[in-house]
């Protein structure tokens, strides 16, 4: 496959023009990140987004592996002088690493095997002539054969019909139209294994279960394989009915297995100890794949929307880490973060210090001018929110300002907490204090803090160890950039490991850029970046558009357009007579402008269109408003809680099959897909994302088994039959029935058992039950 290939293919993966595709090759090849291409290089991409680069940038790196082994299987098949025009013209033509592996089997190197022995035994002849006269007796015909090795007429046959069965395992398009067939018309059954049904009972919606392969969604697979591996479940691959994969083994090789009762036998078992085995192992890697594939994008989206969440902004915040027995940590920070104060109260069992932690929390707030209290989501949260209300108070009531309190996820603070980040950064500070620090730090701007953080360790999916980790890192570590870029950066404020995401910027280079500001003070201009060491032309421009200076000599410093196109605005203020202090903001004067009147051979119609809308609008944030739930009082644990009630929560993770939901009792309950909206939906993204504020109505509580069913539709109502979601569009399903996406349709070959959708009555307690299994 040649480069003018693999960007055809790319192209029409992702159904783009070709020149764009090679537009984007070449500049990544330069060196170029995502981000940079993206925003600044749009005429060249033709505004290919960054979603597109990174799809883009996949694919081109698995294609180019694709054109690299086909280069070595060539070399090798040369090598042994079998390599033809019409062989050549196959591997060139693969577009799959399976199909060119399926072409190299007959030339790969093995151990010898049965049919190998049965060659040199002189057996192929026999074989010959069993096919090409099938009414021919077989033992009979074997008794010619009898040699060395093969003493009678049954070892002969034998031999035979592995060299037949090996002719079958090597012919790369019957090995393919077979995996396709059964993918396309098989079925993953499960059951569960004798005496593990308690052990086990969180699978218990899979130990009797059947759906076809290609509508199984990730969620259920990566449930169903971990079952597997730990012993609850058993898994079958059902290929379907045997007859069509022998019926395609004898069209391929033109048997007549009803004239040979041997030929058929063989087919028979070359399907069921060869073929089915390799199909098998094929189906459940693209299971596992496709079952990755998802998760991953699920991840993606939640980590985009935790990072992109609100940010309160630059206030006095106190930061409260939860705990009974060990007391809740508290941390006070200034509005930029620097932390002021740090303690230890004990408001709850066993010491109960109530009035002495309120005393102190209330003087620190007081001390500080405290304008918000993060608390901590996990163990005493809503016990210590009430502390936090009964501070808020206390203050009020004394004249001042009461701060508010806002619960805060606290999922990955452990881990910043015994982190090196941490430890440089606090090194006199107690581990435990320093979750408290990331708690309100994290309310002020999310994005600045999560950065310190693995993201495997924010808690943003299910099954996400189940998941290949190296693609999963690749994953969120995309995410993660190109939600930094897109927010931008302040380059006197940052620390050092929300540098490192800036496009173009190294660790290295990120610790310059601190010990820089550290020995000279806040920088200026952007220009005073290319005196920090080892900061070179290339490393500035990818990264100079995405780091602000606020107060800078050059307002311009402080929007989001590039240094390298400044002369555009200069010609701008020429234009308008205006000049750049009152032309930044000036929506009267912007708004009159006709970008192809700016643009030139260097920056095109797009990028002044940036340009005019950055110049309006400079620096501006695309996250949302700050806003808070407000949880119910006296609703604070599950028992708390009876179906019908109205409640405020956040959204805490999106799933395929539904969204939880924080509505603080300590356990977040499960909005079905089905109950989120009146029309049908595929995909729960469509309706929320994770940190949402929503209302719910509470469906379904199970005090027992801790599971809470909610609805995002109010009208609904509890114990009444689940109102369907009207949907537009319905999928046939190629097994049988209907299919709306997210269910497997009755009446299909080998189904026992449908998988529950629906968000009320008993479908909901099966869909929470599923949802436990990963939660």
Known sequence: MSVISISSTIARELGVREEQVVAAITLLDEGNTVPFISRYRKEITGGLDDTQLRQLEDRLGYLRELEDRKKTILETIGEQGQL???LRALIMGCETKARLEDLYLPFKKRRRTKADIAREAGLEELVDTLIDAPTTDATAEAARFITDGFGDTKKVLDGARAILIDRFALDADLVGEV?????????????VVAGKETE?????DYFEFSESFDSLPSHRILALLRGENEGVLQLNLDAGDD??????????FSLDTGGSSWLAEAVRWGW???????????VRMRLKEKAEVGALEIFATNLRDVLLAAPAGQRATIGLDPGFRNGVKVAVVDST????????????QPQNRWADAVQELAGLCATHGVELMAVGNGTASRETEKLAGEVADLIKQAGGTRPTPVMVSESGASVYSASEIAAEEFPDMDVSLRGAVSIARRLQDPLAELVKIDPKAIGVGQYQHDVNQAALARTLDAVVEDTVNAVGVNLNTASAPLLTRVAGVSSTLANNIVAYRDDNGGFSSRKELNKVPRLGPKAFQQCAGFLRINGGKDPLDASAVHPEAYPVVKRIVEATGVGIGDLIGNTAVLSTLRPEDFADQQFGIPTVTDII?????????????????????????????????????????????????????????????????EKFISDPHEVVRSGQVVKVKVMEVDVDRKRIGLSLRLNDEPGQPARKPQRNNQRTNPRGGRNDGRTPARGGQGQRRQAPTAPAGGAMSDALRRAGLGH
């Open 84 to 86: 033809t025009d019409d």
């Open 179 to 191: 995996r396709e067939q059964m993918y396309r018309t098989g079925s993953l059954t499960a059951s």
């Open 200 to 204: 086990g009972a969180k699978f218990k």
């Open 243 to 252: 007859t069509i994969y022998e019926g395609m083994i004898a069209d391929r």
């Open 272 to 282: 069921r100890t060869k073929l089915y085995v390799s199909s098998s192992l094929d």
């Open 337 to 348: 973060g620097k932390v002021l104060d740090t303690t230890i109260v004990y408001p709850h």
């Open 613 to 677: 809308a950055e110049l309006d609008k400079p620096g501006r944030d695309p996250r949302p408003e700050f806003k808070t739930a407000t949880f119910k009082e006296g609703v604070e644990k599950i028992s708390d809680l009876s179906p019908g009630m109205i409640l405020e929560g956040t959204v805490t993770n999106v799933a395929a099959f539904g969204a939880f939901v924080d509505v603080g009792v300590h356990q977040d309950g499960l909005v079905h897909v089905s109950a989120m909206s």
